[in-house]
């Protein structure tokens, strides 16, 4: 018998938290750290209510058992569209907020691609490259549970940037899983960055590659991230990526 939930409706308040955040600050951090916490960007009610979703099968297009893989422990769903909210109305606002940095971050690195500004546009450009399968995703953690170092790309499209949500209160919920973020630099060893985060923060971060300034101008790094080994508990994370998967 299918789960019984119910989904809590984005309020104003939910909108504002975005419009309220420092995205001067948030676009610095990026920039110097290829991630940037956007705090408090859910509610506890919103949180739960997402988690809550997981056993509930008939929201969901595929779920993936990482170990099956390779890809660590634990496991993760994708959401079928159309997407339950606060998913649907977030995804368009964080994408308005972060495409400024997308496109001079490729400016910078020598792409040329420019993203456009309409989010729903964006996918339409997906779609028509194949890349029709949504990627909104619920992962679950209990103890033992890591997700390896990854890139989230699905296809020719790209966009560089998505964010990670806490559904879980870390202290309460669970132990250990922290969000990681690797960086390799040319002819430099990796740099790690652990990212400290409460139930309902964020975190924005580069998908696979970002520029930094060097002395002799900028280069690009390659980045990944994964989440270290859950020491007890158990733990949800509601992944939002910007472009659909083939």
Known sequence: MRAATKTVSPTPDAFSRIDTLDWAQVERDLDAQGCAVLASLLSPDECQALAALYPDDSRFRSRIVMA???????????????LPEPITSLRPRLYARLVGIANRWNRTM?????YLRDHEAFLARCHAAGQTRPTPLLLQYVEGDYNCLHQDIYGEHVFPIQVAILLSEPGRDFEGGEFVLTEQRPRMQSR?????????????????VRPVQGTRGSYRVNMRHGVSRLRSGRRHTLGVIFHDAK
């Not at 020598?110 to 420019?114: A, C, L, V």
């Not at 790690?192 to 696979?208: I, M, S």
């Open 68 to 82: 099956r893989h390779g890809f660590g422990r634990g496991e993760y769903k994708y959401f079928c569209y159309p």
């Open 110 to 114: 020598g792409i040329e691609i420019e």
């Open 192 to 208: 790690a960055e652990v990212v400290p985060l409460r139930r309902g923060d964020a975190v924005a971060f580069a998908v696979h």
